[in-house]
């Protein structure tokens, strides 16, 4: 998938603090019996969103603003657990965020934000309670010093895998690197089938 | 080569083709990659984008699970699917597997089933092999000394591009069980008592190898089973080293390597253990012999305890959280709470020992009124084995409904699901809000706590039954 590179983000948060929000809470199963990638936002979060009629409650952090302006999620501690369903991180993408911030995100939810250039952000647990208490707040991320900045005078590091870093700051696609490397995985199976 | 490597250290070795380095991550080659029809479907428009093809449909193969029904077709032959999207996305992986040439086990295959099951089934997942498929439970197979774990869309695409993931090495953990389980006490059990000693995030970063007496005694569909809910304690990898019991198991399958090649094969699997000395990054003990049938009473399978003790009051906001979502009363034994419906199957525990376990207890009994009461089988085979026992006669004539293979209530996305409000006891992995219906209160337990619910319309303890002579 194309998606812009991530350099660098200043924007306001949404809080969630629920802890072990799971991909079954950010996007219901039964919205899955998609074939694309497009459209899933309207889902995210579905059940916490709309009643048993379908509609809008109006009650969710998520709903009443404008999503451009509010492109940082900020979740409870171990978000994202659960299943691998990419749809999570398609479906946050497509709502409009662009960096999921919590003290702990799970495994495979952050692998594939990461491919989706939705940066997950794991930040110590004192820079997580500053800003689980302040939703709204202004942050910014950025990717090239792997810094967080909550308004003025607060700043922290985050750690990211380097490669997926690489890829979201100079574009570099994972599929294309694995292509490249057809000739060493040719040669690895000639290797095998010899043994 | 060091003589302290773990099971972990030598699998993923055996699949190094470009090895990690501060800056990239490993390339690692994948020996069986299994598909789905529900993350599928975008890998396969990626490749079509860049005009790549599947690059070893040989060693890919698929089948429908997730979004079938599994109730059976009407008289014009149509399946009842719960929208015209399941449908779609049924249809989409058909027209792509023929595009590609990849192995289906679709409608109406003999081998078609939950993608977990019927890979072992098979023989497809043997041990040594790199098992990836775009699902979290893929860690069942490790079951058997494989390298098995769960890959989003993106990296299905990656593996039907190339054959090879790009992975980091996680840290590894061992968790020891010794001492006998106790009569009633299922693999199922070991494994919610686990995840509620370590917790839903215990084993996150890490691969977790099983060990001990009481898994070397457990069967292989046991320690499927346990490896399965690996992912519930945040671990992508779950394994058990290969044994008798494990070679026993893969001899005679369909893709199983045969005569000279087994014997050959076999001796290649045995090596396949961790050294005496290796080191683990952590190392847990679990006394299995003091482990209860559990039941899980909270919105995360963590929260699991004795049946037959009572509702813990809340230590925080989150456990208050739950405790109101799920309605149990503080201090009330487990077994005051009413059961609405109860679903046994899921790649957890649909397997042919899982359904006599609950057949066992359903055995001339009914099914308590009011209880709507589901029985999946695992696969297509596992259904004619168990027809082939009667078992699914004892299940109907219970009141319980036999229905044809697949996932089901497990992820309530065909259509079988519970309603807002309802107490759903099920053999699946996860009890998150809203997994198996909106509203829905998920109980996790083992077949034989299911069927015993089943049975007395409330959370029950299945050895109750054991006294009556019966084997669980
Ligand atoms: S049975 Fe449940 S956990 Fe297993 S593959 Fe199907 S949906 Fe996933």
């Not at chain 1, 936002?41 to 509010?70: H, K, M």
């Not at chain 1, 960096?99 to 647990?125: C, H, Q, R, W, Y």
Request: charged fraction near 25%.
């Amino acid at each position: 998938m194309m998606f812009e590179p991530f350099q660098r983000l200043t924007s306001r948060t949404i809080v969630l603090s629920q802890e072990n929000i799971d991909t079954d809470q950010i996007i219901p199963a039964r919205f899955l019996t998609t074939t694309s990638k497009e459209g899933l936002g309207q889902s995210v979060f579905f059940d916490w969103r709309y009643n048993t009629e379908g509609r809008l409650r109006n009650d969710s952090p998520l709903d009443g603003f404008a999503p451009s302006e509010f492109e940082i999620l900020v979740a409870g501690p171990n978000f994202g657990c659960g299943s691998s369903r990419e749809h999570a991180p398609w479906a946050l993408s497509d709502f409009g965020f662009r960096a999921v911030v919590s003290s702990d995100i799970a495994d495979i939810f952050k692998s594939n934000a990461l491919k989706n250039g939705l940066l997950p952000v794991e930040v110590d647990k004192k820079t997580h309670q500053q800003l689980m208490k302040t939703p709204g707040a202004e942050v910014t991320i950025d990717l090239e010093s792997q810094t967080v900045r909550i308004g003025h005078d607060w700043q922290t590091v985050f750690e990211v895998e380097a490669f997926a870093r690489r890829c979201l700051l100079d574009g570099v696609d994972p599929l294309g690197h694995l292509i490249k490397q057809l000739p060493t995985i040719e040669a690895y199976e000639r290797r095998r089938d010899e043994l | 080569m060091n003589n302290r490597q773990s099971l972990f250290d030598k699998l993923w070795e055996q699949h190094i083709v470009v090895p990690e380095t501060p800056e990239s991550p490993a390339v690692l080659y994948i020996d069986l990659h299994l598909v789905h029809e529900v993350t599928s479907p975008q890998a396969f428009t990626v490749l079509a984008e860049r005009g790549v093809k599947v690059r070893r449909p040989d060693l890919t193969i698929a089948t429908l699970d997730h979004s079938t029904p599994t109730l059976p077709a009407n008289e014009n032959g149509e399946l009842p699917y719960a929208t015209p999207a399941a449908k779609e996305q049924v249809e989409t992986l058909i027209e792509n597997c023929a595009h590609h040439n990849i192995r289906l086990l679709g409608l109406g295959d003999p081998d078609r089933g939950i993608v977990h099951v019927i890979g072992p089934e098979l023989g497809l997942t043997q041990p040594g092999k790199t098992v990836v498929c775009g699902d979290s439970h893929t860690s069942t197979h490790g079951a058997f000394g494989a390298l098995a774990f769960g890959i989003g869309t993106t990296e299905v695409g990656h593996v039907l591009a190339s054959q090879c993931v790009l992975q980091r090495k996680p840290k590894s953990m061992r968790i020891v069980c010794d001492g006998e389980l106790q009569p009633g006490v299922a693999a199922k059990d070991l494994a919610l008592a686990i995840i509620a000693e370590i917790g839903a995030d215990g084993g996150q970063g890490f691969a977790i190898e099983f060990a001990g007496e009481t898994v070397r005694t457990l069967s292989m569909e046991g320690r499927m089973t346990l490896c399965n809910m690996s992912i519930e304690a945040g671990a992508r990898f779950g394994m058990v080293a290969p044994d008798e019991t494990t070679f026993e198991w893969v001899a005679g399958r369909e893709y199983a390597p045969k005569g000279e090649a087994l014997e050959k094969a076999i001796n290649d699997w045995k090596v396949l253990a961790s050294d005496e000395d290796a080191d683990f990054d952590k190392e847990i003990k679990i006394d299995a012999s003091a482990i209860a049938p559990m039941v899980t009473f909270g919105v995360s399978p963590d929260a699991a305890a004795p049946v037959d003790s009572e509702m813990p009051a809340a230590q925080s906001n989150v456990e208050q959280h739950a405790a109101e979502y799920m309605k149990f009363d503080p201090q009330q034994p487990f077994s005051a709470n009413a059961v609405d419906r109860v679903f046994i199957g899921s790649c957890t525990n649909s397997r042919l020992s899982d359904l006599r376990s609950a057949a066992a207890i359903m055995r001339g009994r009914k099914v308590k009124d009011g209880v709507v009461a589901l029985v999946v089988p695992g696969s297509e085979s596992i259904k004619r084995e168990a027809e082939a026992e009667n078992l699914h006669t004892v299940f109907i004539e219970a009141g319980a409904e036999w229905r044809e293979p697949g996932c089901s209530m497990c992820i309530a996305m065909n259509g079988d699901q519970g309603l807002p409000g309802e107490l759903v006891v099920s053999t699946s992995n996860r009890n998150f809000i809203g997994r198996q219906g909106k509203g829905v209160r998920t109980v996790l337990a083992s077949p034989a706590t299911a069927a015993a619910s089943a049975i007395e319309g409330r959370i029950a303890d299945p050895r109750k039954y054991l006294e009556a002579g019966n084997d669980v």
